[in-house]
């Protein structure tokens, strides 16, 4: 196993982090880079800034600096809309979506 790697993270720097799991002594678990840093006082869900306090081999520890806000959703796989478009007669619908004139003419041709 290659023992020179190097952490991708360094004493004193400040990170976003979103917590994943909870370690077997009760600390936040929280993934940079790939790279495992255990939290103090924090759970599972948590998104906290945090400073990392010390810097091991194979893992770091931080301390939570300020609680976050959970940023928005990068993208769902699933399509969401809203209340007013979920309530939407056809017609407004159609309005709001309108096809392009050419759309699908080529497949009427076959």
Known sequence: ??????????????????????????????????????????????????????VLQNAAFGEVVKKLEKPARRSSKFATVSQEEFEATEEEYQSAHEDTEDFGEDLDEE
């Open 1 to 54: 196993m290659n023992d020179d790697r190097v952490a991708p993270v360094k004493e004193g720097e400040m990170y976003e982090v979103n917590i994943g799991a909870v370690g077997g002594k009760g600390d936040g678990i929280a993934k940079v880079k790939g790279f495992v840093i255990f939290v103090k006082d924090t759970k599972k869900g948590d998104y906290v800034k945090i400073k990392v306090t010390k």
